[in-house]
């Protein structure tokens, strides 16, 4: 059960009122006594019972002020809370954002072209594959760091959410664990990938068919590259994805607890993703749609 202290505004005003009347009513037929029995101490006893009143009156409308000046603290600490989540969670996402205009959008854009240029070549002769000069990007790139578990403990500890920005939360971690992962597997292809040199023309023609997972000179097929490369485009979009609902989210909880605030209530943040849109880093939203299932009642932004 909870104490008095703990009980909301509205319930505690509730309690004052009982409390009045309660005395009031018991105290009524006293009062009238005394004032009967002692008529020329009248005004005398109306003063002392209007002092009462006055003094309980005062006492109630300070608590009353305290609870509002408590009120009005906890909000302002809820609303700089969602500041810094929010400033976490624009930071993860130019993170990944970055990674993608340096360098997954162009890898991405030129493996597609590749493979469209060995798909309007003419068939190889019977048990030779067809060799092809390709340039390739094996720049190896960094695992991506971000203040997960910052932003997380912000979350989940120092904010009152619930729905949506909770499951982001979750899903972001995960998506960046899955990209750090494939961004490893194609760091080690590449590694390898060097280590082995081809010693003739037809060991060239299966490196490029293990390159592009395509059936090399005995017809044989591996997925390595392209795996960890396609994980590694999906993965950066969903980070990329997360990170910018989980912006929008707690902006319009941040909105939220600064109307319930009033007049002077901290500015609160709100990102704005429009460049990158402009420059086709967000992720197509169409591939989302599953979230709009889980969250029907969530607002979902278009992200052209």
Known sequence: MRSFEEEPLPVKIAYWVIFVALVVMFMFPLIEKLISLYPPRQSLIETIIGTFIAAAAGTYGAQVVIEKTKNKEMLIEEIRNTNAAIMLAFDACNTFLSLKKQHVKSLEETYAAQLNTIGNLPAPPPGYQTLIDLQLDFRSLMPMVIPADL????????????????????????????????????????????SNPAQNEEGHADRMALYLGIPNREGHVDTSYSDALKGIVNSTDDCIQFSKWLCEDLSQHGLSISKRFGKDAPKVHKPDFSLAANNGLMPDIASYKDWETAFPKQKYQDNT
């Open 151 to 194: 932003l997380q403990k912000t979350v989940y500890e120092k904010i009152s959410l619930s729905g949506r920005p909770l499951s982001l939360i979750i899903a972001l971690i995960r998506a960046k664990e899955t990209l750090n992962h494939c961004i490893e597997n194609r760091n080690k292809f590449i590694t390898d990938f060097k």
